[in-house]
Every structure is written in C-alpha cells, then in structure tokens.
C-alpha cells in the first residue's frame, strides 16, 4: 500500500526491503512492488532491482522464470515493450515451455490491464507468438490460446479485434491439428 501511494517514502521502504531481504521471497515481493509502480521515483529503483535480482538468481532457472513473470504482469505503461524485448533476451528460450508460460503466458493469462489494451496489440502479440510456436510446440500453442478464447465475456471493440486474431490464425495454412481444434472450438 505504501508503495502504491506513489509517495517517496514509500519507494525508499520498498527498495530498501529489497536490499535488506534475507531470502528470495521476500526478495521477489519487494521487487514485485517496485515492478508494479507506476510511480516516477520507482524508476531507478525498479531498473536497479530488476538488475540486482537478475545478477544474483541468474543461475536459477526458476528463479529467472520469476523474473520474467513479475515484469510480464505489470501493469506500467509499455509493459508489452518490456515483454517484447525480452523475447531477446538471453536467458528466454522460446523453445522452453516453462520460459514460454514465465513470459508470454503471465503477460496474456495475468495481465489483464495492458494485454486487453483497447487497441487490441496484446491480442496481435499474442497471435503472433501462438503462430510462431505452433511449428515448435504445438501444445504449447494451443494452451497459450485460452485468453482470445473468452472474447464473448468483452465489449464489442475488444471481441472483435480477439475475433480477428482467432481468424487469422485459423487462416494459417499450416496450423498444428492442436492449435487448430482450439480455434475451431472458440469460433463456432
């Protein structure tokens, strides 16, 4: 709550948790905070943590998968930058489902503020990964699928954009029978 309150004080209790923590979890929940705040004093203290943290758990696959996760659901403007770039970086594997889900499924599945942006470009992304999995894993892909499946419980603008990207990857001539039974399935 301090820290949403956007106020100083309460950035400096948040990155001084961080910095003070014993353990990983408490660790990551500071960081979380951080991650989430839209505030303009968390700025260089969110990129400080974030390198912090990634510097000292690099080693731990699960503990990056994390890393991933907390930044994909933030709900900070450019979020989807943020998801987009790490799609480059080293330690994400799109060939690695646990990457997969840690980054591209918290952004889809948890982030409902800025992957139903109006404009629909969560929901282009997100077409766009589905496709470029379906040739390297298509359970995956199929998975990944679920948040344009519930277009009907959306208003008009946005079931129409999820509608679209469903149809365009129904359009792909070479979609996995996985993939294809999902879209199918949300579509009838």
Not at 33 to 38: K, N
Not at 96 to 112: D, E, M, T, W
């Amino acid at each position: 709550y301090l820290v949403r309150s956007g106020k100083a004080e309460g950035i400096v209790a948040c990155a001084t948790q961080f910095k003070t923590a014993t353990n990983m979890t408490d660790q990551a929940a500071a960081l979380r905070c951080l991650v989430h705040s839209e505030a303009a004093d968390a700025v260089a203290a969110r990129e400080e943590a974030l390198a912090d943290f990634y510097t000292q758990w690099r080693h731990e696959a699960l503990v990056v998968d994390q890393w991933f996760a907390i930044q994909a659901t933030s709900s900070a403007e450019g979020a989807l930058d943020r998801v987009r770039a790490l799609l480059q970086h080293a330690d994400f594997d799109i060939r690695n489902p646990n990457k997969v889900r840690s980054l591209i499924g918290a952004f889809c599945g948890q982030n409902h503020v800025r992957f139903h942006a109006a404009e629909g470009a969560g929901y282009t992304f997100l077409a766009d990964r589905v496709l470029e999995l379906d040739k390297l894993n298509p359970q995956i892909a199929s998975r990944l699928l679920t948040p344009l499946t519930r277009f009907a419980k959306f208003d008009e603008g946005r079931k129409s954009l999820m509608q679209a990207e469903l149809a365009r990857i129904k359009a792909c001539a070479e979609l996995s029978r996985d993939v294809f039974e999902v879209v199918e399935k949300s579509t009838l």
